[in-house]
T-cell receptor, first 116, second 113 residues
Framework: AQTVTQSQPEMSVQEAETVTLSCTYD???????LFWYKQPPSRQMILVIR??????QNATENRFSVNFQKAAKSFSLKISDSQLGDTAMYFC?????????????FGEGTQLTVNP | NAGVTQTPKFQVLKTGQSMTLQCAQD?????MYWYRQDPGMGLRLIYY???????DKGEVPNGYNVSRLNKREFSLRLESAAPSQTSVYFC????????????FGQGTRLTVV
């Protein structure tokens, strides 16, 4: 079974600064997909960024980028130029290519607060 | 675009009562899921349905039943609610391609007293 671990329950950052959220995972699969989801106070789950394990290039989406280290099974999220609207719970998630039903396995979450 | 619609948004139950959470998606997705979210534990999979007519247990299935009524609808039933089932419940759906995102409903906050 796959596991996903987020070891930082809470983090804070000043507006306009950069913050990195950590995520590690464990799997025996070679082909898989990793995601970061954002959950603001509205409870809505919003996809931030995704990474395909067979791609060596790190994914980027505007101010959001990842540092994907396949050998270390690490998938961190970097948020540049933090904005107040980035305040949310962030979840790292894993989906295996061979996993039945393509279900997502989530980490515990990191509550990020951006301070003015 | 409706996406994934969950009802109700809030519910309070007494211990021992039963209820069904409804979920429907209009994106023609094969796979549907029920998760529960508890503080410090992330989202944990209760049940999932890889396709119409099939359901499988996830990580925390005890105390729950599901029905995949058709391709659109996937309901979650609590037969005899317990305080330990106080949680936020999310329904989600996704196409069978694993590199695509899952789409989530707005969640149901359930309190069992």
């Amino acid at each position: 079974a796959q596991t996903v671990t987020q070891s930082q329950p809470e983090m804070s950052v000043q507006e306009a600064e950069t913050v990195t959220l950590s995520c590690t995972y464990d799997t025996s699969e070679n082909n898989y997909y990793l995601f970061w989801y954002k959950q603001p106070p509205s409870r809505q789950m919003i996809l931030v960024i995704r990474q395909e394990a067979y791609k060596q290039q790190n994914a980027t989406e505007n101010r959001f980028s990842v540092n994907f280290q396949k050998a270390a099974k690490s998938f961190s999220l970097k948020i540049s130029d933090s904005q107040l609207g980035d305040t949310a719970m962030y979840f790292c998630a894993f989906r295996g290519r061979e996993t039945s039903g393509s279900r997502l396995t989530f980490g515990e979450g990191t509550q990020l607060t951006v301070n003015p | 675009n409706a996406g994934v619609t969950q009802t109700p948004k809030f519910q309070v139950l007494k211990t021992g009562q039963s209820m069904t959470l409804q979920c429907a998606q209009d994106m023609n997705h094969n796979s549907m899921y029920w998760y529960r979210q508890d503080p410090g534990m992330g989202l944990r999979l209760i049940y999932y349905s890889a396709s119409e007519g099939t359901t499988d247990k996830g990580e925390v299935p005890n105390g729950y039943n599901v029905s995949r009524l058709n391709k659109r609808e996937f309901s979650l039933r609590l037969e005899s609610a317990a305080p330990s089932q106080t949680s936020v419940y999310f329904c989600a759906s996704s196409p069978p391609v694993p590199n695509t995102e899952a789409f989530f409903g707005q969640g149901t906050r359930l309190t069992v007293v």
